[in-house]
Structure formats: C-alpha cells, structure tokens
C-alpha cells in the first residue's frame, strides 16, 4: 500500500505568508495615500461648489439681507478659509452667509498663477466678485482672465480654475 502526501511543506507555507505580508503593506501604504488624495478632491470640489452658489444666488437674485439684487462674492480670506458674502447696493460692507473652512493639511496655495495680466502671482487675501442678474465673474484684478488655483495637501497639488466668462471647473 502506497501512502500519498497530501499537503504543503512549511517553505511553502512560509512563502505565501511572505508574498501575503508585501501586498498587505503595500496596500495599506496605497490606501492611505488614496485618502488623502480624495480629500484633496473633495476640498477642491468643495470649493467650487462654493463659487458655484455664490454665482447662482447672483444670476437668480437671491435676497441677502432683505431685497434682491445683491452682489456676491466668494473671498479666500486664508490659505484654508473661504467666505460667501453678499452686499446691497445700500450697504457699504459686505455680509458672511458662509463660511467654508478646509481640513488643516489641506491649504490654498498664495502664489495664485493668473493669466492674463502678465502671469502674475495674486497672493491671499483676494476676493472673487459675481454680478447682478449676469453671474458674470469679477476677478480681484480685473484685467485677469482667469485664474488657475492649486490647492495642496502634504504631497499632491491639485488645480481650478475661475474664468471671466463664467466658467469655474478642476484640472
């Protein structure tokens, strides 16, 4: 009668356990790099969603602080700090309706690349102006026709833009 080996010898096993270990390191050091950069999305769509209401309640007249008709203005008051206010033509300064205030490794870059006018560098504070009834877009420099934002966290840089014309998307 022949005896049949049925199993794994132990370098086998110990084999396995080895590839097993790599690949789980590894996707744990991906999975977290993964997060991060999703939160470095979801801050930049954050952000656009922002200027995006900002726009609408412009283009729609939505009421500030009692009648219609206002200016607003999304103003990135910090490297983390946004602001959506409105003002009345009656008024003299503007009012905070919200304030969007991003994780703490995520920041807006100052050396805001514009274009243009020249390619300067608009460095924060800077405030970005919507028209009345049109929407349309009002730079902090008005000869500025656009402006490409980065948006960082500890090691990825990702950008947005604004344009006169209206249009506001990621890169």
């Known amino acids: 009668m022949k005896l049949s080996a049925a199993g794994f010898t132990l370098i086998e096993l110990l084999v396995v356990m080895a590839i097993m270990g790599i690949i789980g390191v590894y996707s744990?050091?991906?999975?977290?790099?993964?997060?991060?950069?999703?939160?470095?999305?979801?801050?930049?769509?954050?952000?656009?969603?922002?200027?995006?209401?900002?726009?609408?309640?412009?283009?729609?007249?939505?009421?500030?602080?009692?009648?219609?008709?206002?200016?607003?203005?999304?103003?990135?008051?910090?490297?983390?700090?946004?602001?959506?206010?409105?003002?009345q033509p009656s008024q003299t300064s503007f009012t905070t309706k919200k304030i969007l205030v991003l994780d703490r490794n995520i920041t807006i870059a100052s050396g805001i690349i514009s274009e243009g006018c020249g390619g300067q560098s608009i460095s924060l504070p800077f405030p970005v102006y919507?028209?009345?009834?049109?929407?349309?877009?009002?730079?902090?420099?008005?000869?500025?026709?656009l402006f490409n934002i980065p948006v960082t966290n500890n090691k990825t840089t990702k950008f947005f833009t604004i344009e006169t014309g209206g249009r506001i998307y990621a890169q």
């Open 130 to 145: 919507f028209a009345p009834v049109t929407g349309k877009i009002i730079l902090a420099d008005t000869a500025c026709s």
């Open 28 to 87: 744990l050091a991906n999975y977290r790099s993964f997060g991060e950069d999703q939160n470095l999305r979801n801050a930049v769509l954050d952000i656009i969603t922002l200027l995006r209401q900002a726009q609408t309640n412009a283009t729609a007249g939505t009421i500030c602080t009692n009648a219609g008709g206002a200016m607003w203005r999304v103003n990135f008051k910090t490297t983390n700090t946004l602001e959506l206010q409105c003002k």
